[in-house]
């Protein structure tokens, strides 16, 4: 199926098209699903590093003497109190609990923290965001335009990344960032990602994509990768999709999160008074993990049925692990239901599954 002809080009299009990569609609932009084999770019996260554009995320600034406040009652973190330099995972929710969005909100200095976004969900974040500062000293900007993102992902990324720059990257933890130069321009450099292995997020002008892609493309071992071996890689490792595990329909609770909403942080925000009940009431369904015992792999939107045959959950995300060698799924199962003897609706054939904790795979 041809791409969309509006669809929104990354700052690194040409140099994705130079490469040969299958390019794909993906939350309104053109986007490299893969460059050659999908399997052979998720091996090398796993093994080596592997080079990812995800100059489709957003980045919002909230800034201002009220910021850490208005970020505290706009989503369901506690973000006043992070230390400068210091990451954290968090959602913004609707009144009634459902999740708008997941993101990563960065402390860069005293007054200014950094909001990403889903793709599909930027413009949903910011108006949230604006609307819910209105009431403290805050500005919000909307800077997406001007940033480029580009993620090295993999047990090599440390080595592969200090021949480019200075910064103390051996002194960086997880979830914390740093402003520092890459390759000659100047950039934040933050340790997160969404693949399961250690990694690094390089945060750019936009005019500086193309000089930092290439430089760290043409480093020893670094293979590019695209959505798909991102998908099967955040698959392996457990970590929730927006529109798959998340969405608005779905609480923190129920999406086995309910530890990142912080309902004892000072005053009031957005869908507290539902997450609190929600916190004291059994969950009418959890998400868990499945594995094929046989080849097909199980869908999103595909049936969980019992036994019996009668449906008793859906599947939220799938595909054949490259690291398993195994089809696995995500899962949403309904209340009380017994995990022995489940298996997938696949196509009409009911695929034998087992079900096993999340992450299905952790590095070492």
């Given amino acids: 199926m041809p791409a969309d002809p509006t669809a929104k080009k990354t700052p690194l299009h040409d140099v994705?098209?130079?490469?040969?990569?299958?390019?794909?609609?993906?939350?309104?932009?053109?986007?490299p699903l893969r460059y050659a084999s999908e399997t052979a770019e998720h091996q090398a996260v796993r093994t080596g590093a592997g080079l990812f554009d995800l100059s489709h995320m957003g980045e919002i600034f909230?800034?201002?003497?009220?910021?850490?406040?208005?970020?505290?009652?706009?989503?369901?973190?506690?973000?006043a109190s992070m230390p400068v330099g210091k990451a954290r995972y968090t959602m913004l929710c609707a009144q009634d609990g459902g999740?708008?969005?997941?993101?990563?909100?960065?402390?860069?200095?005293?007054?200014?923290?950094m909001v990403v976004a889903n793709a599909a969900n930027t413009d949903v974040v910011r108006d949230a965001l604006v609307e819910r500062a209105a009431g403290f000293e805050a500005a919000v900007e909307d800077r997406t335009a001007s940033y480029a993102l580009v993620a090295l992902q993999g047990p090599r990324s440390e080595?592969?990344?200090?021949g480019f720059t200075d910064a103390p990257l051996a002194d960086l933890k997880y979830y914390a960032i740093l402003a520092g130069r890459v390759a000659g321009v100047d950039a934040l450099l933050a340790r997160t990602g969404y693949t399961g292995e250690d990694g690094f997020e390089v945060f750019v002008d936009a005019s500086d994509a193309v000089?930092?892609?290439?430089?760290?493309?043409?480093?020893?071992?670094?293979?590019?990768?695209?959505?798909?071996?991102?998908d099967t890689l955040?698959?392996?490792?457990?970590?929730?999709?927006?529109?798959?595990?998340?969405?608005?329909?779905?609480?923190?609770?129920?999406?086995?999160?309910?530890?990142?909403?912080?309902?004892?942080?000072?005053?009031?925000?957005?869908?507290?008074?539902?997450?609190?009940?929600?916190?004291?009431?059994?969950?009418?369904?959890r998400l868990v993990g499945l594995v094929a015992r046989g080849r097909r792999a199980p869908r999103k939107g595909y049936q969980v049925v019992t036994s019996g045959g009668s449906p008793c959950g859906v599947v939220t995300s799938g595909?054949?692990?490259?690291?398993?060698?195994?089809?696995?799924?995500?899962?949403?199962?309904?209340?009380?239901?017994?995990?022995?003897?489940?298996?997938?609706?696949?196509?009409?054939r009911h695929e034998p599954v087992d079900v096993v904790d999340l992450p299905f795979y952790k590095r070492s």
């Fill in 159 to 162: 080595e592969i990344l200090a």
């Fill in 211 to 230: 000089a930092l892609w290439k430089a760290l493309a043409g480093a020893d071992g670094v293979v590019p990768a695209g959505l798909s071996a991102r």
């Fill in 62 to 79: 909230v800034s201002g003497p009220g910021a850490g406040a208005a970020l505290d009652f706009a989503l369901v973190g506690n973000l």
């Fill in 99 to 113: 999740v708008l969005d997941d993101v990563i909100v960065y402390r860069l200095a005293d007054a200014t923290w």
């Fill in 234 to 285: 955040r698959l392996e490792a457990g970590m929730p999709l927006y529109g798959n595990e998340l969405s608005a329909e779905i609480t923190p609770f129920e999406a086995g999160l309910g530890r990142i909403v912080k309902l004892d942080k000072p005053g009031d925000f957005v869908g507290k008074t539902a997450l609190a009940a929600q916190a004291q009431t059994p969950q009418g369904r």
């Fill in 319 to 348: 595909a054949p692990s490259p690291t398993l060698g195994r089809p696995i799924a995500m899962a949403y199962l309904d209340s009380g239901v017994e995990e022995a003897g489940l298996a997938v609706d696949v196509r009409g």
């Fill in 16 to 31: 994705h098209q130079e490469l040969g990569a299958n390019l794909v609609d993906f939350a309104g932009h053109l986007m």
